[in-house]
């Protein structure tokens, strides 16, 4: 593991099914998508994240990244393709945003740092500059959280101790797909160039 590697191993990535919200505003769970899960794990270890935890209750949801991790972490998978293998290493699947919660104070004896992001301007948002330095500063560990479906729950973001700033385009439409809207902040907060 590189120093560069090793810097960023206390920041960790959550992505969250549920609580979330549907296109009417009603509270539900989403369903996990399998480039979901290869393509942010993939991101995660481009910039080497922590563990990137994918949080949902529903049984059957764990069991299919379980399975999709196990393919890829031993086997014919790990053999066929190694960088998938590498990329998926610390890829966990969690019930709630609470047990990802708990399973990082266990992992690094403190209670992580949590922010949510999210698509519209909230008051009170911490701006990249900001965080980024924080996140330079101390070796506390630090969770990022991000919503499926459209967008999470308000509650999650009441008891965050921090909401990022949104990513702002050129124009009104602002709905990036969440693998997009993860590497972008990724790379402002932990990337070589900064923000």
């Not at 969250?16 to 979901?36: A, I, M, Q, R, W």
């Not at 999709?68 to 998926?88: M, Q, S």
């Not at 996140?135 to 509650?155: I, R």
Request: charged share 20%; with cysteine.
């Amino acid at each position: 593991m590189t120093l560069e590697e090793a810097t960023y191993s206390n920041i960790h990535l959550a992505l969250v099914h549920f609580p979330v919200y549907n296109k009417p505003g009603e509270v539900v769970v989403s369903s996990v998508t399998t480039l979901d899960v290869h393509d942010i794990s993939r991101i995660c270890r481009t910039f080497g994240v922590g563990t990137f935890y994918v949080v949902t209750p529903l049984k059957t949801q764990q069991e299919l990244v379980e399975r999709l991790v196990g393919h890829w972490l031993k086997g014919h998978g790990a053999e066929y393709n190694p960088n998938r293998k590498e990329a998926l290493l610390k890829t966990q699947v969690m019930k709630s945003l609470d047990a990802a919660v708990v399973d990082i104070t266990e992992k690094c004896g403190k209670k992580p740092c949590v922010v949510v992001t999210g698509a519209k301007q909230m008051p009170n948002s911490i701006v990249f500059s900001a965080l980024r330095e924080k996140m330079q500063a101390s070796d506390d560990p630090m969770l990022l959280v991000f919503g499926t479906g459209w967008g999470l729950e308000k509650n999650l973001s009441r008891n965050a101790d921090h909401i990022l700033e949104p990513i702002e385009g050129n124009g009104a439409f602002n709905h990036l797909p969440v693998r997009g809207a993860i590497a972008i902040i990724l790379d402002r907060l932990l990337g070589r160039g900064g923000s």
